[in-house]
C-alpha cells in the first residue's frame, strides 16, 4: 500500500523559523468570552496580524511555492509576499488558499468508484472488507470483487491507497512565482487571521473601612487562539486601541511615535502606536490552536490610593439630549432609586500607576479584618483607560444608605416652566456618610438655579451636583428649583 503523499505541487521542505511575530487586535473590551461564542471563531470579537518568515529553495523561471501551517480563518487579501534579503528574487504571478482539508467524509467522496479497504467487526471478530466504493448514504455501501453488495454500518478504519489530489492536511497558501533565483532565499508572509482575541483581567485587594481606602492591584491578560493554526515560539504584540477597518480588511496603520514604558514587572513592555498602544512581550511562546492562555501583564502594586464614593442619581439619566421643552408635569416627579457604591483612583505615576491600561474586566476584594480571608465585592469592567485619568468602578448598590427624590412644586409660564425638588437620603450606618447626589436638568438646555439649600458644582451643560455629609443613622434633605426658558414658538 502506498503511504499518504501532498501532490507534488504542495511538497514542502520544513526549516528553522526565525523572526516569527502575532499582533492581536482586541474588540473585546468587557473581558471574558462565552461558550458559544469559543464554538465560532468568526463570532470572536478580535483579529490578528501573523508575521512569518522562512528559507525556501527557489526554482528559476516559473515554479510553485508553499505555506502550508497558515491559519484556517486567514483573509486572503491581506496576504504580502516578499523576500527582504532579495527584494527582486521573484514575482507573484498568482496566489491561492487552498482550504479543502482531508477528513473521512471527503475522503469518501473522493473515493467513489474506487476501492478501499474497510476494517469493522463481525459478530465478535474483527475483519477486512474490500471494495469498490458505491455509496457513503447511510453508511457504507461496497461492491466486492464477486460482485456482491455489501452495507457496513459501523467501522473500525478505513485504509485509502493514498491521498488524493487537491486534498490538503493544513489550510496552504500557494504562490505562482516567476523567480530570477535558483537558491535559498528567505520568505516573509503577513497575513490578518479572524479567531484571535485578548482582553485584560484585573484584580484589585482594597483595605480601610472608610471613604478613604487603598488598594492593591495587579492584572493579567487572556489570549484565546482560535484561527485554525498554532504559533511555536512566536513573539506576541497586543494592541489595545479601537483601531478602524473597512469590511474586515484594511490594514492597521502602524507608526512608533514614543520611547518604550516598561510596565511594572518588566514582562510587557508598553509604547504607543499611531494612536493606540502596544503592549509587546520580549520572550517567545506558543499559541496553540483552540487555547485559551494567561500571561501576567503587571506584578502586583501596592499603596495605590482610592476612594470609596456613594452615588444618588434619582433619575438614572447620565446624557440628556435636549430634541425640544418637556412639559408633562409627571415626568420623573417621583423616584426612589438606589445609591450606588464606587471606587475611584487615579491612573498617574504619583500613585504608583501611570500606565496605559488596556480594556477589561476588574474584580475587587476586600479583607475581612476579623479573619484575613479575601471577600469578592464586586466587579466592573474599564474601557481603554490613559495615564494620568480616573478609574471609576461601579461595585454594587449600599444596603445602609437610600435615597427619595421628590418633585415640590411645577409651574408652567409663558415662556417655560419652574421646577422644586426635595431629595433626601436616609444613612443608617452607624458612621457620618458623604452622597454625591447627581442631577440631570433634562427638560430644556436653558436653565437657570434659583434656589438651593446646599452648595452645588455644575458639572456639564445639564448636571449638576450636591455633595451631602449625612450624619449616622439619620436622615437629610435638600431643595433646590430650577426655572428653564425657551423661545414661545418652541413649546
Known amino acids: ?22 499582533t492581536i487586535y482586541s474588540g473585546n473590551h468587557q473581558g471574558h468570552l462565552n461558550q458559544n461564542q469559543l464554538q465560532n471563531a468568526h463570532s470572536i470579537p478580535g483579529y490578528a496580524v501573523v508575521k512569518q518568515t522562512k528559507i525556501r529553495t527557489f526554482q528559476k523561471g516559473e515554479f510553485n511555492l508553499a505555506f502550508d501551517d497558515v491559519a484556517e480563518h486567514i483573509d486572503p487579501t491581506t496576504v504580502t509576499f516578499k523576500t527582504p534579503e532579495n527584494p527582486n528574487a521573484a514575482r507573484v504571478l498568482d496566489q491561492n488558499f487552498q482550504f479543502d482539508l482531508v477528513g473521512t467524509d471527503k475522503l469518501l467522496q473522493k473515493y467513489l468508484d474506487q476501492t478501499i479497504h474497510v476494517n469493522h467487526n463481525e459478530g465478535t471478530r474483527s475483519i477486512e472488507t474490500s471494495g469498490k466504493l458505491l455509496s457513503t448514504h447511510g453508511g457504507i455501501t461496497l461492491q466486492t470483487k464477486t460482485d456482491s453488495i455489501i ?34 532565499e528567505l520568505v516573509a508572509l503577513t497575513y490578518q487571521t479572524q479567531g484571535m482575541t485578548w482582553w485584560a483581567d484585573y484584580n484589585i485587594t482594597i483595605e480601610g473601612e472608610d471613604q478613604g481606602c487603598e488598594l492593591d492591584l495587579s492584572s493579567w491578560v ?74 501576567q501583564l503587571l506584578n502586583q502594586t501596592s499603596g495605590i490610593a482610592c476612594e470609596r464614593k456613594l452615588i444618588f442619581n434619582g433619575t438614572g439619566q447620565h446624557q440628556v ?43 475587587v476584594n476586600m479583607t475581612d479584618t476579623t479573619d484575613g480571608s479575601l471577600e469578592f465585592i464586586g466587579e466592573d469592567s474599564i474601557e481603554h483607560t490613559p495615564k494620568n485619568d480616573t478609574i471609576t468602578l461601579k461595585l454594587g448598590n449600599s444596603f445602609d444608605v437610600k435615597g427619595k427624590r421628590v418633585q415640590q412644586h411645577f409651574e408652567l409660564t409663558n415662556d417655560g416652566l419652574i421646577e422644586q425638588f426635595e431629595i433626601s437620603i436616609s444613612n443608617q450606618k452607624d458612621i457620618p456618610q458623604q452622597v454625591e447626589i447627581i442631577e440631570p436638568l433634562y427638560r430644556w438646555s436653558n436653565w437657570q438655579i434659583t434656589q438651593h439649600d446646599e452648595h452645588y458644582n455644575k458639572t456639564n451643560a445639564s448636571t449638576i451636583n450636591f455633595m451631602l455629609e449625612v450624619p449616622a443613622e439619620s436622615t437629610k434633605s435638600i431643595k433646590y428649583t430650577v426655572q428653564y426658558q425657551w423661545p414661545k414658538n418652541l413649546k
Not at 480588511?249 to 509604547?271: G, H
Open 151 to 184: 452495507t457496513i454500518q459501523q467501522w473500525n478504519h478505513i485504509k485509502f491507497p493514498e491521498l488524493p489530489g487537491g486534498l490538503l492536511t493544513k489550510p496552504t497558501l500557494v504562490w505562482l512565482l516567476d523567480s530570477n533565483s535558483d537558491d535559498e
Open 321 to 363: 439630549n435636549y430634541h425640544r421643552p418637556i412639559t408633562d408635569a409627571g415626568y420623573y416627579a417621583q423616584t426612589d432609586s438606589k445609591v450606588e457604591a464606587q471606587l475611584r483612583f487615579e491612573n498617574t505615576e504619583k500613585n504608583q500607576l501611570g500606565i496605559p491600561l488596556p480594556a477589561g474586566r476588574v474584580r
Open 222 to 295: 487572556s489570549i484565546v487562539n482560535k484561527s485554525g493554526a498554532s504559533f511555536s515560539d512566536t513573539q506576541l504584540k497586543l494592541i489595545a486601541g479601537d483601531v478602524n477597518r473597512v469590511q474586515s480588511n484594511q490594514r492597521p496603520q502602524q507608526y512608533v511615535r514614543e520611547a518604550m514604558l516598561k510596565t511594572a514587572n518588566q514582562d510587557f513592555t508598553e509604547q504607543a502606536l499611531f494612536e493606540y498602544h502596544l503592549y509587546k512581550l520580549p520572550r517567545a511562546i506558543d499559541l496553540p490552536n483552540n487555547s485559551t492562555k494567561q500571561i
Open 1 to 22: 500500500m502506498k503511504p499518504f503523499l501532498l501532490p507534488t505541487l504542495l511538497l514542502i521542505s520544513y526549516m528553522s523559523q526565525a523572526n516569527n511575530s502575532i
